[in-house]
């Protein structure tokens, strides 16, 4: 290429569009696709459009296809190439929609179709020297390998994959993938781009999820020169979404294999939402060995991002859904008895300090909301299948869905609380772990750690340990349970959470890292999705819709920043994750165990029927 001078775009994008800039000034009517493209794309700052990139990108799939997207894009940046000052504000605009959209959705791209389209579209613009950026940045995304499969296609608008088109850049017949040497790498070879299909291996058959089959591969031709050297740079291929995969079978079956193994050689990793956060602790002591169930990981990467199912006890959210417990807990203990082993959990939680526990737990759930994408909201409330059936539960599994994980570790952390207090069988025992667990709570909310606090709050008030007279009277004269009553006003559900949203809005105006209770604000997306419809009368998008849903995603998603600077403490975090979890029955059994109901005499009886009379 000797200049960067503007060329002659393919004629069939030369066609024009109309201008619609007054036509959607009102969100009170319905708008049309063009409408809301056309504030999507503008360069002049409104900010009640402040958030519409990552909000159009969220909800755009109701209304629209994700290759008609990528067409309308392309055609509106290729027309604005008409400045002699490349790229224009409009072409800048858009490269940002691609790089947010590729970098979060790459599940989009499932159908050939629209990888096709990016791939010519980058073809066609690496010709122009100032547009090289735009191609170095874009191509990496791009040519990873198609995504294995599209989790929002439940609710979303998907492509026609069986969609042919008469394009001499398209081979009539889908190509193999091309191999070099039995090993892969970016996908091209022989001056031919190939996309393949993913290199995980499918589900088994026994698995819960629903069959997930490869994407069609396709091959285009005559890529050129500048093309060429951005594909066939090495690549390494990142998904959107964590990749879901069962590791309590592996790690079982590892450490089945590896049962002649001594104990102490086994890594200690503490899990939390079923594998979504977790910590390798390989240098276990014998000390911590005598302390902690151990067992065999396939997994060796700290921090590693797959959600693992397990097949134990499940809870009830307080969104309605039977969900699967999501912290990791080992089948392998040691030849302890259990009233051992839970004594010894007792010494050491209660070793640790009311602080240390709390930043613990915000550091668990700080990383687990970090993960979290704008989508994964309302996946949850838009997946098609019957509520409380198994293939609905199988669909939120196979999205990967973070908002689901966290609502999982929610449980989690109630049902932890409860099961700490009624396995012990004396009264001074509960009496201070119930004790402790205020002051817990009284530290989370000072970090703004909201979900935790909820959680601790869920559990303390569960009628396992709300039965408990004897362990509460107890604690009554104490000061913590005056401050404990000021959280429970504080999080109380009248008038729709107020204080609690105002103690928010509180925190996020401060500067400190927060974390919501995310319960409430999906409450509040399933109260706006059910309120109105997708589209008008007369067929226009109900953009107001979406825009409110989004404005109340993106409130959430503000909490993201500033981070929390928690350093996470490997051993406390264990003994949580390896805590033996009643479900809600055993937790009611135990708690009538522990403190028996009182049998009233005859005397008391005939006092009672006589006070109703």
């Not at 459009?49 to 990552?54: G, R, S």
């Not at 030849?335 to 668990?364: C, G, P, R, V």
Request: hydrophobic share 35%; with cysteine; charged share 25%.
């Amino acid at each position: 290429m000797t200049n960067n001078k503007r060329g002659t775009f393919p004629s069939h994008l030369s066609s024009s569009r109309r201008g619609s800039k007054d036509s959607s000034e009102s969100f009170g009517i319905g708008l049309t696709t063009e409408d809301i493209i056309d504030r999507l794309l503008s360069t002049e700052y409104n900010k009640a459009d402040e958030n519409i990139i990552p909000i159009f990108l969220t909800f755009f799939r109701k209304f629209m296809k994700p290759n008609e997207l990528v067409k309308i894009l392309v055609e509106r940046f290729e027309n604005d190439g008409l400045s002699e000052a490349l790229p224009t504000d409009l072409q800048k605009r858009i490269h940002s929609i691609f790089m947010l959209w590729l970098s979060h959705y790459w599940n989009d791209f499932y159908g050939a179709q629209a990888r096709k389209q990016i791939i010519l579209f980058l073809d066609r613009i690496s010709k122009y020297e100032s547009l090289t950026p735009i191609c170095d940045s874009l191509a990496p995304l791009v040519v990873r390998e198609p995504p294995s499969y599209d989790p929002d296609k439940v609710w979303g608008l998907v492509d026609d994959n069986d969609q042919e088109e008469n394009d001499d850049d398209l081979d009539d017949e889908p190509t193999t993938p091309i191999k070099r040497n039995e090993k892969k790498d970016s996908g091209y070879a022989s001056g031919t781009f190939t996309f393949l299909p993913s290199s995980s291996p499918p589900l088994t058959a026994k698995s819960d999820l629903p069959t997930i089959s490869p994407p069609v591969p396709f091959k285009l031709k005559r890529i050129s020169p500048n093309l060429n050297r951005l594909l066939n740079k090495t690549v390494t291929h990142s998904e959107s979404q964590p990749d879901l995969r069962s590791s309590y079978t592996a790690a079982a079956a590892a450490a089945v294999a590896a049962s002649t193994k001594s104990t102490n050689e086994f890594p200690r990793r503490a899990e939390f939402a079923g594998g979504l956060i977790n910590i390798d602790n390989a240098t276990t002591t014998s000390a911590s060995s005598n302390t902690f169930k151990s067992y065999s990981s396939p997994r060796t990467v700290s921090s590693t991002i797959s959600i693992a199912t397990t097949s134990g006890t499940r809870w009830t959210s307080s969104l309605g859904h039977q969900l699967l417990a999501s912290s990791f807990i080992s089948t392998f203990r040691q030849n302890k008895s259990e009233k051992d082993q839970t004594s010894h959990a007792y010494k050491l939680f209660m070793k640790a300090t009311d602080t240390l526990i709390a930043n613990q737990l915000t550091w668990i759930e700080s990383e687990l909301f970090s993960k979290i994408k704008p989508r994964e909201f309302i996946r949850n409330i838009w997946n098609t299948a019957p509520v409380n059936t198994e293939s609905k539960r199988s669909s939120l599994l196979s999205c990967n869905n973070t908002v689901m994980a966290s609502i999982a570790h929610f449980n989690f952390i109630s049902a932890w609380v409860v099961t700490m207090i009624v396995t012990q069988s004396r009264l001074s025992k509960r009496v201070a772990l119930l004790q402790k667990f205020m002051s817990i709570a009284v530290h989370l909310r000072d970090l703004n750690n909201y979900n935790s606090l909820m959680a601790i709050l869920a559990g303390i008030n569960s009628a396992s340990v709300l039965r408990l007279k004897q362990t509460r009277h107890a604690v009554i004269t104490k000061k913590i349970y005056k401050q404990f009553q000021s959280l429970e006003k504080l999080m109380s559900t009248d008038k729709s959470f107020c204080s609690y949203r105002m103690a928010l809005k509180a925190s996020s105006g401060g500067g400190a890292p927060g974390i919501p209770y995310l319960g409430i604000h999906t409450q509040d997306l399933v109260s706006l999705a059910e309120a109105n419809k997708d589209f008008k009368a007369d067929g226009s998008i109900h953009w107001e819709k979406f825009k409110l849903m989004g404005e109340t995603i993106m409130a959430t998603m503000k909490f993201k920043s500033p981070s929390y600077t928690i350093e996470p403490d490997t051993k406390l975090l264990a003994l949580i994750a390896d805590t033996y979890i009643l479900t809600e029955d055993e937790q009611y059994k135990m708690s009538t165990t522990v403190e028996p109901r009182l049998a009233s005499s005859s005397t008391n009886r005939i006092r009672d029927l006589w006070l109703r009379m």
